[in-house]
């Protein structure tokens, strides 16, 4: 028996590992690549094995950069089950929808370009929504601490990793002739304390842990220090008389922040504000986190009991239409407005911006990370003026960026993790960039813990591994 390590492996994204076992092939998540260098070519390249020879996928949760090339899989002959629990399925059921929009979208811009240069060959969509959808129909869900038999000789446990909804750590026990091995994979983890989702759960000692380390070597900003922040902004904004936008991913941001401004709703004098959730598939997301309530932590469940229904603030519009989001760019104050893209790369947030960014009587707030050569970035990063939709804009709006919103755990929360795991095993580093997960490493040899950073094309030979 056999681990591979393929993808998010020294980097963040496109998480892929592939174990066999008694000669069957089991995948750890089927990821999509974004960002870096050419992610569209490296999405489209040949996996490293046979996908109809996949026997199955273990899915730790909905995030595109775990799940999104499963309909690629789909399309290129997997025919397999999918385990997963059930609340990530139907995030996925959004995730996939949207990202075969713009696969196709992305194709038919494409398509346009060559047209006009005179090039005859036609580009193919990654995927198609009917790739997307054949595979959802594949995915077999399975709850939190419930044992199954994914293959013959691998049974498989999922426990609440507590990063976004229905996001698990899998245990898994492989059996092959006479050898049994025990393995954790860490999925993505939250961080502990973190509103809504319950903490990330231990499980019983195994052989050999895989972990992520997407923020091994730092520590967060404290959680309780970035709400009072959160809270003085909306206070002086009250004061100046303009907007607040909220960019925010439409799975999880969009939803913990919802749970904040509700849980502060007085203490933040809401009341004088009117809010707005701009996104269709965050309302969606909101919906499916509404559904699956008996996942969230206490606190979260009993406010759930009390607000009873969606919208659970009396101020809250929820903005399905295209209509609907152009009537809030007619309020010159008192609006604060969540809307996607997280990054500000595309969305309705991007005509807010426009509408709100030249106002010095605004604020922009941001929650989350904000990549290289984006609009996010850029507001982030102080520029005077950027250009949106082709109009040059001035930066006059405050802009605030805040540090303990991740939905990842930072090196204190993945250590208390391992920790809980108990047995000192052995640890593979993935999902980081080199210096986090070497951050990590570095931090666990200290403690006297066998760690190594994985990388592509690296075997671990479970049968010596024990
Ligand atoms: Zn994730």
């Known amino acids: 028996m056999q681990l591979e390590f393929y993808g998010g492996a020294g980097e963040v994204t496109g998480s892929c590992h592939i174990l066999t076992v008694g000669g069957r ?131 498989l446990v999922f426990r609440d990793a507590g990063h976004i909804l229905g996001s698990a750590s899998v245990w898994l026990t492989l059996r092959e002739g006479a050898t049994e091995r025990r393995l954790a994979f860490s999925g993505d983890l939250g961080q502990y304390d973190s509103p809504i989702l319950c903490d990330p759960e231990p499980g019983p000692a195994v052989d050999l842990v895989l972990m992520e380390s997407t923020y091994g070597g730092r520590l967060h900003r404290d959680r309780a220090a970035t709400l009072e922040e959160l809270g003085g902004i909306l206070r002086d904004a009250s004061r100046d008389g303009g907007n607040v936008l ?70 809250l519009s929820l903005c399905r239409t295209a209509e609907e989001s152009m009537a809030i760019n007619r309020m010159t104050h008192g609006a604060i407005v969540i809307a996607g893209s997280g990054m500000c790369t595309g969305g309705r947030i991007v005509h807010h911006l426009k509408h709100n960014l030249a106002r010095p009587e605004c604020d922009v ?24 939709h082709g109009t ?19 090196q204190r929360d993945l250590l208390r993790w391992y920790d809980g795991i108990g047995g000192r095993a052995p640890v593979w580093l993935v999902h980081g960039e080199r210096s986090a997960s070497e951050g990590l490493r570095d931090k666990l040899l200290a403690q006297g813990v066998s760690a190594e950073v994985a990388a592509p094309g690296v075997v671990v030979d479970l049968g010596a591994v024990a």
């Not at 040059?392 to 930072?410: C, E, Q």
């Open 25 to 155: 092939r089991l995948l750890l998540d089927c990821g999509m690549i974004q960002g870096g260098s050419a992610p569209d070519d490296r999405n489209r390249a040949p996996f490293p094995f046979d996908p109809a020879e996949v026997d199955a996928v273990v899915l730790s949760h909905a995030h595109i950069d775990h799940s999104g090339r499963l309909p690629v899989l789909r399309k290129r002959g997997f025919r397999g089950p999918v385990y997963t629990n059930p609340a990530c399925r139907d995030l996925v059921r959004i995730l996939f929808s949207d990202g075969a929009t713009m696969a196709e979208r992305d194709a038919e811009r494409q398509n346009r370009k060559r047209r006009k240069s005179g090039d005859k060959r036609r580009v193919e969509p990654l995927y198609t929504l009917e790739d997307a959808l054949a595979v959802l129909q594949q995915f077999r869900t399975v709850r939190y601490g419930q044992a199954s038999e994914v293959i013959p000789g691998v049974e």
């Open 246 to 315: 909220i960019p925010a991913f439409a799975v999880g941001r969009s939803q913990d922040i919802l749970y904040e401004l509700a849980t502060h709703f007085e203490a933040w004098h809401l009341d004088d504000w009117k809010i707005f959730l701009d996104s269709p598939m965050a309302i969606e997301a909101s919906e499916v986190y509404w559904k699956h309530a008996d996942l969230f932590d206490e606190e979260a469940r009993e406010w759930r009991r009390r607000a009873r229904s969606l919208p659970p603030l009396p101020n």
């Open 365 to 388: 707030v941001f929650s989350g990370f904000q990549a290289q050569g984006t609009l996010g970035r850029a507001i982030v990063d102080g520029r005077e003026e950027v250009r949106i």
């Open 392 to 410: 040059r804009i001035k930066v006059a709006a405050r802009v605030h960026t805040l540090g303990g919103f991740s939905a990842h755990g930072d």
